[in-house]
């Protein structure tokens, strides 16, 4: 069975930092590229990073560019999200998500961690 | 930046068909996503380049994308499709994935 499990959300004060990890199992991991995507609460899905399967390129929306970093550990079939500076407007739940194999859509999503940035 | 433009909810009865617009600048000139996500879960791809179905979405769900709009139809609509959808795109201009703002879908 394709699986995203994602792992390191929490709460942490504004300025903080967090690490997001996700596990990936039932698949040829270095074939696919991968994603961050997140959702405010009662708010709709953004974008956050994606790396291809090979570790480059990697894109990064504007709201996050320079403070976040996407990385992946292709031997532990892991994805990860460094995120320093953390804002309020950063609090989301954040997903794990593949790229499909064809184009620039997702076709496999985790369940998310809950990121809540908050004084 | 691109933008992608969703109406934020639309109404069907059971058994009606149900249109979800998308609109970008020249969104007929990219490959138009649709995904369902219902109350508490993640979301599910259920139309993928335009018109293609993934493995496991019936057959009442199809897409179209033409000029600057792409629809997203369902057909015979089921009370458990009552949900959000999100459009997405990729621009390869800004390598940004875009996502829509989201249509909630009342079924009633």
């Known amino acids: 069975e394709v699986q995203l499990v994602e792992s390191g959300g929490g709460w942490v004060q504004p300025g903080g930092s967090l690490r997001l990890s996700c596990a990936a199992s039932?698949?040829?991991?270095?074939?696919?590229?991968l994603n961050w995507v997140r959702q405010a609460p009662g708010k709709g899905l953004e974008w956050v990073s994606y790396?291809?399967?090979?570790?480059?390129?990697?894109y990064y929306a504007d709201s996050i560019k320079g403070r976040f970093t996407i990385s992946r550990d292709n031997a532990k079939n892991s994805l990860y999200l460094q995120m320093n500076s953390l804002r309020v407007e950063d609090t989301a739940v954040y997903y794990c998500a593949r790229r499909g194999a064809e184009f620039y859509y997702i076709d496999v999503w985790g369940k998310g961690t809950t990121v809540t940035v908050s004084s | 930046s691109y933008d992608l433009t969703q109406p934020p909810s639309v109404s069907v009865s059971p058994g009606q068909t149900a249109s979800i617009t998308c609109s970008g600048d020249?969104?007929?000139?990219?490959?138009a996503n649709w995904y369902q996500q219902k109350p508490g879960l993640s979301p599910v791809l259920v139309i993928y380049?335009?018109?293609k179905r993934p493995s496991g979405i019936p057959e009442r769900f199809s897409g179209s994308n033409s000029g600057n709009t792409a629809t997203l139809t369902i057909s015979g609509t089921q009370a458990l499709d009552e949900a959000d959808y999100y459009c997405q795109a990729w621009d390869s201009i800004s390598t940004d994935w875009v996502f829509g703002g989201g249509t909630k879908l009342t079924v009633l």
């Open positions: 790396i291809s399967d090979s570790g480059s390129p990697i």
């Open positions: 380049q335009d018109k």
């Open positions: 020249n969104l007929g000139g990219y490959f």
């Open positions: 039932g698949f040829t991991f270095t074939s696919y590229g």
